[in-house]
């Protein structure tokens, strides 16, 4: 195996053996395998888009099977492995489809271009011509082929295609959150196809690749923005919100991750129950949506981010359920516990399906939670969340003013993620060291880092803006070209808004991405660069962008504020 995905990988370079986040060794290579397939499945479906025959059965495999592969989605080798054939039966049903429709044919193949012929359809270099003497990729050439990442050479182009390749991932998992719902764009899977694709073409050098990986990122923006439509049509815009977070007396379920329609059914099978639901993790957002709101068993939220869920699970004591990223491998002390739904796997967690209508029957969770102890509490008191968008810009006129007469200076963006590593103490360090008049504005579980000090508020304005999941960094966005309208800025670069983004997996390297494609510079990262960008890419992003790595608390001040 070789993976350099997320921002904890071993040594700052990559992980080799087994993953620093669980993940097996085989199963990596599995995973590589999957997305390689993917490809294969990108260059027919692209060609069934263009002609009108593909189906949303494609997309949504094609969706899966990447976020399948996000850190810390999927650690199971069964269920790689039923992707893997299910994905191969996609492929031969599409092709089939363009071989009736006469959309290729016995001849086809020659005009297909060298690498296409060589990397994705199995054939040998100048083997003959037309696609029946070409070796289809198939379950048993797939394993002679070098799928690993390392099999691109030079470290340039290694670096980009990856760069995109989780891009992609990250695009994927917004984008399934928006399927989901029902909310599906036919053009971000054409992008998706094409950039999938692009990985695979050696006719594509740094030039062309770099165009393409900004390209992924405006078309996240398009996504974000799918998926922001989906969430608040579906469940209301989310209103700010003083979440509880400590415990009821009754027994619970602790729900994680970042599907809200696996909440909603949740919430809906456990009411008049005597079973009360908790959100952990990234699911805290969901506390501010009218449409959870109105569940009297909706207790709060349950202890911090993702790498915590080792000692909060344990001490939460009834079952929990993992919609999406991040699972880790669980502790025996709550294995017969823990569930996994959805695109989560792990050996030994239990899985609970969806019905063809995407309809779950959560029953046994709620019949095993009946039995258990209440939670123990962690703490009390509540914490502020729910200024998405629409309730943020509803307090537009109070802020500007603020601006304007000099009550707040700047605006910090610290979106992203949280992880697990001590230097991550960082980020609490940065917001509890930013002036008074200051306002940080959040998505994603990196908030974690500083949600819960007492930074006050200016003029009733709260110091932490609180957006919500990753998934609502559209709301982020927004915020900031209203403020750049209400200031008359045409350069979103003029505003009084920093950035210093913390990362982990791919889904932040989107977000980066998106941030990028809108113009946005001198973003600092951290709290490593990412091992997959190469010196001569870091250079471009530091010649166009002037990214820049994190470093102390009192320099990054300096420099930001
Ligand atoms: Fe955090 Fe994990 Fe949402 Fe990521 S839970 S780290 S950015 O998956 O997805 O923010
Ligand atoms: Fe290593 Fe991260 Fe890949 Fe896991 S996801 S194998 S920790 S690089």
Redesign the pocket.
């Known amino acids: 195996m070789f993976c350099y995905q997320c921002e904890e990988t071993m040594n700052g370079t990559g992980c080799t053996k087994n993953g620093v986040c669980g993940k097996k060794g085989e199963v990596a290579d599995l995973q590589d395998d999957l997305i390689y397939l993917l490809k294969s499945i990108a260059f027919y479906n692209s060609k069934a888009r263009a002609n009108n025959l593909n189906d949303a059965k494609t997309d949504e495999f094609i969706l899966d099977g990447l976020f399948a592969t996000?850190?810390?989605t999927n650690f199971c080798k069964t269920d790689i492995e039923r992707l893997i054939k299910e994905g191969f039966e996609i492929k031969d049903g599409i092709k089939q489809k363009l071989m009736d429709e006469k959309v290729i044919n016995e001849k086809s193949g020659s005009s297909f271009p060298r690498w296409i012929k060589e990397k994705l359809l199995g054939a040998a270099p100048n083997a003959g011509e037309g696609l029946p003497v070409m070796a289809k990729v198939t379950p048993a050439t797939l394993a002679n082929i070098n799928t690993g990442i390392l099999a691109t050479e030079n470290e340039d182009i290694r670096s980009l295609r990856e760069l995109l390749i989780y891009g992609l991932k990250g695009m994927a998992a917004y984008a399934h959150h928006a399927n989901v719902l029902g909310y599906k764009d036919d053009d971000v899977m054409a992008f998706m196809e094409k950039a999938l694709l692009a990985t695979m073409d050696d006719d594509m050098g740094v030039d062309e690749l770099v165009p393409l990986v900004l390209e992924c990122g405006s078309v996240g923006v398009t996504t974000l923005a799918l998926l922001d439509k989906a969430n608040t049509t579906t469940y209301g815009n989310p209103e700010p919100t003083a979440v509880n977070i400590g415990v009821g007396e009754k027994p619970g379920i602790l729900i994680s991750g970042?599907d809200l329609r696996d909440l909603e059914q949740l919430l809906e099978q456990t009411k008049d129950t005597g079973v009360d639901v908790y959100t952990h993790?990234?699911m805290l957002p969901a506390n501010s949506y009218p449409a959870f709101k109105k569940y009297d068993n909706f207790v709060g939220n349950y202890g911090g981010?993702?790498w915590r869920q080792k000692e909060e699970f344990e001490k939460f004591n009834g079952p929990i359920l993992m919609t999406t990223?991040?699972i880790v491998p669980p502790k025996e002390s709550y294995l017969n516990r823990i569930y996994t739904t959805g695109i989560v796997g792990f050996d030994g967690v239990a899985h609970i399906s969806a019905a063809e209508d995407g309809g779950k029957d959560f029953s046994t969770i709620i019949e095993q939670a009946k039995a258990c102890s209440s939670p123990e509490q962690l703490e009390e008191g509540t914490i502020m969340g729910g200024f998405a968008h629409v309730s943020a810009l509803s307090v537009a006129d109070k802020i500007i003013e603020a601006v304007k007469d000099g009550q707040i200076k700047k605006f910090v963006v610290m979106a992203?993620?949280?992880g697990r590593h001590k230097e991550r103490s960082y980020y609490t360090d940065f917001a509890e060291a930013l002036p008074d008049d200051t306002v940080i504005l959040t998505a994603?579980?990196?908030k974690y880092r500083y949600n819960k000090l007492a930074l006050g508020d200016i003029g009733g304005i709260p110091r932490v803006i609180d957006a919500g999941?990753?998934?609502d960094s559209y709301s982020l966005v927004v915020i900031a070209q209203a403020l750049a309208e209400a200031f008359g800025v045409e350069d979103i670069n003029d505003l009084p808004v920093a950035y210093n983004i913390a990362w982990?997996?791919q889904?932040?390297c989107l977000v980066l991405l998106a941030l990028l494609s809108l113009g946005v510079k001198n973003i600092m990262l951290g709290p490593k660069l990412p091992a997959f960008v190469s010196p001569n890419v870091l250079n471009v992003l530091v010649e166009n962008f002037n990214i820049m790595p994190n470093t102390t608390v009192d320099e990054d001040l300096k420099t930001l504020i």
Request: glycine share 14%; hydrophobic share 15%.
């Open positions: 996000v850190t810390n970042h993790g990234e981010s993702w990223n991040c992203g993620c949280d994603g579980c990196a999941q990753c998934n982990y997996e889904k932040a």
